[in-house]
């Protein structure tokens, strides 16, 4: 019988492929049956201290082992998993614990230079927080270490809690540092069923070896990396930070057989091998999305990088991550060309303004509906009859064709949003904060075409009466006050912005100029 739960998969993973190496992370090597037992621990950790069923844990920290069997052990419990991005603020953070009344939070304070300890603690703290656990780094004054969480634990933790597949799994927030970000509530029976099907048509398999550089705070690097290596069997290899020369080495030292991510990761590798090929690679399966990915790129994935097969897919939070995909057998130059097809028991309608269907091959909104669609927004209900019709289809906001063999094409998105190297960024919370510098007075930001990111946001910006604005200026103090990948990389000076006679600002046209701009 499948696993229809995250803890059955884990048990399941130890069963199936027991000795052979689950988790490398410098020289910590897991097997299968090591990785169960360490989730195990953790979870009867969690449990001794009280936590229960439906109850939140937050893990605010970059890639590793013990952010994997951690994640899983507040399964194990029973519990949901709320992943934090690193890229957010203290005051986000604190936010976001609060938000969803999380008793415990798993983080480092040794990060690239950074405490979240001390961060979240400049930012007021959290109301609800009961204990942080310091899963690295030196232990500040009134947290745990991670040696005295495990401690009295024993070496094959036993302790676990009855979850049944409709139990929430995940709450996931879909956007960034400002205004409300939505959480996206996700249960264990849609993300063991959708990333089983995933792992089964891109021919994910036992033995491979899968560097996990698309962080855990996001779904797809949790779901489509943790997840779908404890289902095929694949060795997990987290990597904390995307560097171009630290990935060529693990490639090599780990022999590296699977390297999922955005775009700009692969062009980032190639730019920096400077034309030449990567050399002794053993790269044999790339799983790509987020931006539109050219034949030219996927060409040169084959004939530079060494890999074998390139697949492209598409999904978004909302969905649990995963809803199309090009299949391992597929023609090559499919991936260049579309997002491949619907997992089994996942409808897709592109239709128009009034929800009716379009023909194949005529643009129109992607709407999904299945067993893998969220469970609705974290304490959104407005939200979430918004995005979830009253029978059950998911308004993606993007738009799509579909052909006559099933195949999406995204071509655009309804909604303002855009994908800065694999992160959405919503343009209306990046305008919130650039509206409170005081020498300005109206500003929109759009994307704009990049080699390498995708798309980069472009800010149109209205100087308050009698005021002059400096564009480097603008950009430094954005780089203060927002994420790195929603802070824009350019900023114009307007006069006025372009509006419809109701005023309502003509944000196609100024996407238009953004492109122009880029182009020259």
Same mark, same amino acid.
């Given at each position: 019988m499948e696993a229809?739960?995250?803890p059955e998969l884990v048990d399941a993973a130890a069963r199936?492929?027991?000795?052979?190496?689950?988790?490398?992370?410098?020289?910590?090597?897991?097997?299968?049956?090591?990785?169960?037992?360490?989730?195990?621990? @953790? &979870?009867?950790? !969690?449990? %001794?201290?009280?936590?229960?069923?439906?109850?939140? $844990?937050?893990?605010?920290?970059?890639?590793?082992?013990?952010?994997?069997?951690?994640?899983l052990g507040i399964h194990c419990t029973g519990g949901v998993l709320v992943p934090l991005n690193t890229r957010l603020g203290?005051?986000? @953070? &604190?936010?976001? !614990?609060? %938000?969803?009344?999380?008793?415990?939070?798993?983080? $480092?304070?040794?990060?690239?230079g950074t405490n979240y300890v001390t961060m979240l603690a400049g930012a007021g703290g959290a109301d609800g927080l009961e204990e942080t656990i310091v899963m690295s780094g030196p232990v500040p004054e009134g947290c745990t270490g991670w040696g005295t969480f495990l401690a009295d634990t024993p070496e094959l933790g036993t302790q676990t809690a009855s979850v049944n597949p409709d139990d929430l799994c995940h709450i996931l927030f879909t956007s960034g540092t400002t205004g409300s970000p939505k959480g996206a509530m996700l249960r264990h029976?849609?993300?063991?069923?959708s990333y089983r099907s995933w792992s089964t048509a891109i021919g994910l398999r036992e033995g491979d070896r899968y560097l996990a550089v698309s962080p855990f705070f996001h779904t797809f690097g949790l779901n489509g990396g943790i997840l779908a290596c404890l289902i095929s069997g694949a060795t997990l290899v987290p990597?904390?930070?995307?560097?171009?020369?630290?990935?060529?080495?693990?490639?090599?030292?780990?022999?590296?057989?699977v390297l999922p991510g955005p775009p700009t990761i692969y062009r980032s590798i190639l730019d920096h091998l400077?034309?030449?090929?990567?050399?002794?690679?053993?790269?044999?399966?790339?799983?790509?999305?987020?931006?539109?990915?050219?034949?030219?790129?996927?060409?040169?994935?084959?004939?530079?990088?060494?890999?074998?097969?390139?697949?492209?897919?598409?999904?978004?939070?909302?969905?649990?991550?995963?809803?199309?995909?090009?299949?391992?057998?597929?023609?090559?130059?499919?991936?260049?060309?579309?997002?491949?097809?619907?997992?089994?028991?996942?409808?897709?309608?592109?239709?128009?303004?009034?929800?009716?269907?379009?023909?194949a091959g005529k643009p129109g909104q992607v709407l999904l509906r299945g067993y893998n669609v969220m469970a609705g927004y974290l304490d959104d209900e407005a939200g979430t009859t918004a995005a979830v019709d009253p029978d059950g289809w998911l308004h993606t906001g993007d738009i799509g064709v579909v052909d006559d063999a099933g195949n999406l094409t995204i071509?655009?998105?309804?909604?303002?949003?855009?994908?800065?190297?694999?992160?959405?960024?919503?343009?209306?919370?990046?305008?919130a904060v650039i509206a409170t510098h005081p020498d300005i007075d109206q500003v929109v930001v759009t994307g704009a075409p990049d080699d390498l990111m995708g798309e980069v946001g472009m800010a149109f910006v209205v100087t308050a009466a009698g005021r002059q604005v400096d564009p480097a200026v603008i950009l430094s103090w954005a780089r203060e006050e927002l994420a790195s990948h929603m802070t824009p990389r350019h900023v114009e000076v307007v006069d006025s912005l372009p509006t419809n006679p109701g005023g309502k600002v003509l944000r196609h046209q100024l996407r238009q100029v953004a492109a122009q701009i880029m182009a020259n």
């Amino acid at each position: 019988m499948e696993a229809s739960t995250i803890p059955e998969l884990v048990d399941a993973a130890a069963r199936r492929f027991g000795d052979l190496e689950a988790v490398v992370d410098g020289d910590l090597r897991w097997s299968f049956g090591d990785y169960r037992n360490e989730a195990h621990r @953790v &979870a009867e950790a !969690l449990i %001794r201290r009280g936590i229960q069923p439906g109850e939140r $844990v937050a893990v605010w920290a970059p890639n590793s082992a013990r952010w994997a069997a951690t994640a899983l052990g507040i399964h194990c419990t029973g519990g949901v998993l709320v992943p934090l991005n690193t890229r957010l603020g203290g005051g986000d @953070v &604190a936010g976001l !614990l609060d %938000r969803t009344s999380a008793r415990m939070l798993f983080t $480092v304070t040794d990060f690239l230079g950074t405490n979240y300890v001390t961060m979240l603690a400049g930012a007021g703290g959290a109301d609800g927080l009961e204990e942080t656990i310091v899963m690295s780094g030196p232990v500040p004054e009134g947290c745990t270490g991670w040696g005295t969480f495990l401690a009295d634990t024993p070496e094959l933790g036993t302790q676990t809690a009855s979850v049944n597949p409709d139990d929430l799994c995940h709450i996931l927030f879909t956007s960034g540092t400002t205004g409300s970000p939505k959480g996206a509530m996700l249960r264990h029976g849609a993300v063991c069923r959708s990333y089983r099907s995933w792992s089964t048509a891109i021919g994910l398999r036992e033995g491979d070896r899968y560097l996990a550089v698309s962080p855990f705070f996001h779904t797809f690097g949790l779901n489509g990396g943790i997840l779908a290596c404890l289902i095929s069997g694949a060795t997990l290899v987290p990597q904390a930070v995307f560097d171009p020369q630290a990935v060529t080495d693990r490639v090599a030292e780990e022999s590296i057989t699977v390297l999922p991510g955005p775009p700009t990761i692969y062009r980032s590798i190639l730019d920096h091998l400077g034309g030449l090929p990567l050399d002794t690679s053993t790269l044999r399966l790339a799983v790509t999305g987020a931006a539109p990915v050219s034949a030219g790129l996927v060409g040169e994935m084959h004939d530079l990088l060494g890999f074998e097969t390139v697949l492209t897919g598409y999904g978004l939070t909302e969905a649990s991550g995963v809803t199309t995909t090009c299949h391992h057998d597929d023609p090559p130059n499919l991936a260049a060309t579309s997002s491949g097809r619907t997992l089994p028991g996942i409808d897709l309608k592109v239709a128009d303004d009034n929800g009716g269907p379009v023909p194949a091959g005529k643009p129109g909104q992607v709407l999904l509906r299945g067993y893998n669609v969220m469970a609705g927004y974290l304490d959104d209900e407005a939200g979430t009859t918004a995005a979830v019709d009253p029978d059950g289809w998911l308004h993606t906001g993007d738009i799509g064709v579909v052909d006559d063999a099933g195949n999406l094409t995204i071509t655009g998105r309804s909604t303002d949003m855009y994908i800065c190297g694999g992160f959405n960024v919503y343009p209306a919370e990046v305008e919130a904060v650039i509206a409170t510098h005081p020498d300005i007075d109206q500003v929109v930001v759009t994307g704009a075409p990049d080699d390498l990111m995708g798309e980069v946001g472009m800010a149109f910006v209205v100087t308050a009466a009698g005021r002059q604005v400096d564009p480097a200026v603008i950009l430094s103090w954005a780089r203060e006050e927002l994420a790195s990948h929603m802070t824009p990389r350019h900023v114009e000076v307007v006069d006025s912005l372009p509006t419809n006679p109701g005023g309502k600002v003509l944000r196609h046209q100024l996407r238009q100029v953004a492109a122009q701009i880029m182009a020259n």
